[in-house]
């Protein structure tokens, strides 16, 4: 095939693409995302490494239970206020250009049941005080270094705050369910605080070991 024919070849493909992307966002009842038309009654979204820079469309879906965006470099959060059913968001690594990360748009999401805000530029937990069924939070290689606003997370059983600048724990000393703690490579050097938790089973210690079971646990503790 010849360059000239090629060129028209490339042409035509390129225009039946942009006019079957036009006619779908024309004729489609949901939400288009990157010229894919999306119901809006979706249970579950996965956008991860979508390079979204943006997220306003996800206003569109206010039945989503669980949405992974995780690896987009996505600095206004404020859509995820809309939607308040969530149990389950992954928010892992959105610092690609090292910005900090605002979590005040999840102080409405009472429903969130799991979050993960991994590897991150956070350092302000507030908006997550209010979050009474929250079970599990993954919080490790973040900028955390006040624990107060999770003093009220009675559900939570599940904390991983791995490589943060965490050391003083005590606001822990009153979740009487939570099962694993992971304080790997982290500031703290007083754990006493942890001697009320009775449903302690696995805790990462601050020189990086890990340590199984409640009677080791409270041996370590006891120290």
């Known amino acids: 095939m010849n360059t000239l024919m090629s060129k028209a070849l490339a042409a035509l493909i390129l225009g039946s693409a942009l006019a079957t992307g036009i006619a779908t966002a024309q004729t489609c009842d949901g939400v288009v995302v990157k ?19 943006d997220i306003y469309f996800l206003s569109g879906f206010p039945r989503l239970e669980y949405l992974d965006m995780g690896f987009n470099p996505v600095h206004d959060l404020s859509p995820l206020g809309s939607l308040p059913k ?10 690609l ?6 979590l005040a ?3 409405g999401l009472t429903a969130l049941i799991e979050l993960d805000i991994s590897e991150n530029d956070i350092t302000n937990l507030s908006a997550l005080g209010n979050l009474p069924k929250l079970e599990s939070l993954t919080a490790f ?41 992971y304080l790997n490579r982290t500031e703290v050097s007083d754990l006493s605080a942890l001697r009320s938790l009775p449903n302690l089973q696995i805790l990462g210690l601050p020189n990086g070991s890990r ?13």
């Open 105 to 107: 748009p999840l102080a």
């Open 35 to 53: 010229d894919v038309c999306l119901p809006t009654d979706l249970g579950r979204l996965n956008i991860s490494y979508g390079q979204f820079e």
């Open 211 to 223: 340590i199984t079971g409640q009677s080791k646990i409270k041996a370590v503790l006891a120290e």
């Open 86 to 95: 969530l149990t389950y968001l992954d928010l892992g690594e959105m610092r």
């Open 97 to 102: 250009d090292g910005a900090a990360l605002d």
């Open 141 to 181: 290689d973040t900028d955390i270094n006040d624990l107060a606003p999770l003093a009220n997370l009675h559900s939570l059983r599940v904390l991983q705050l791995q490589d943060t600048p965490v050391s003083d724990i005590s606001a822990l000393a009153g979740l009487p369910n939570l099962e694993a703690l």
